[in-house]
């Protein structure tokens, strides 16, 4: 797992106000993704393609 930079960490833009959503960081060859909820979890590492297949389906 690569360590991202604390301030890397950016909120979904359709998040509310009671922490329900997700947190995105790009790193070198994929992108981060991690529960705001529980932040001690970690995180997901996906590939560019995979980041771009599942934002094409969620605008489906």
């Not at 604390?6 to 997700?22: E, F, I, M, Q, Y």
């Not at 060859?29 to 969620?58: F, M, Y």
Request: proline share 7%.
């Amino acid at each position: 797992m690569n360590v991202i930079d604390p301030l890397a960490w950016r909120k979904a833009s359709h998040s509310t106000g009671n922490n329900s959503c997700v947190e995105v960081a790009p790193l070198p060859t994929s992108t981060g993704i991690r529960d705001t909820k529980d932040r001690s979890l970690g995180h997901l590492e996906v590939s560019p393609a995979a980041w771009c297949e599942l934002l094409g389906a969620l605008r489906d």
